[in-house]
């Protein structure tokens, strides 16, 4: 059975930092690629960052550049998502996305991949 389930999600302030994980069993995780997405309510689906495990490259969207930093253990099967210097408008759920593909497959909003978690509530107060 296929699994991404995400933790580190909570409340923090702003200019403060998490870090999200994301757990990956059911599949093999070396050939896939990982990334984020995340919905605030009443907004678009944002895509955040993905990495391809098959070559290391990684990937970040918009506003999150130089402040969120994507990394992989692949021997735990775990991506992470280290989010610094957050801002109120980075609340939102964020979800886990993977694919057998590539991130630019599925770039910017990682529409369409293989599997998804259910999603952790980040919430950055002012």
């Known amino acids: 059975e296929v699994q991404l389930v995400e933790s580190g999600g909570g409340l923090v302030q702003a200019g403060g930092s998490l870090r999200l994980s994301c757990a990956a069993s059911g599949f093999t995780f070396d050939d896939y690629a990982i990334g984020w997405f995340r919905q605030a309510p009443g907004k678009v689906r944002e895509g955040v960052s993905c990495i391809s495990n098959s070559d290391g490259m990684t990937y970040y969207e918009g506003s999150v550049k130089g402040r969120f930093a994507i990394s992989s253990d692949n021997a735990k099967n775990t991506v992470y998502l280290q989010m610094n210097s957050l801002k109120p408008e980075d609340t939102a759920v964020y979800y886990c996305?993977?694919?057998?593909?590539?991130?630019?497959?599925?770039?910017?909003?990682?529409?369409?991949?293989?599997?998804w978690g259910k999603g952790t509530l980040v919430t950055v107060s002012s």
């Open positions: 996305v993977a694919d057998s593909s590539s991130c630019a497959a599925h770039a910017p909003y990682y529409y369409g991949m293989d599997y």
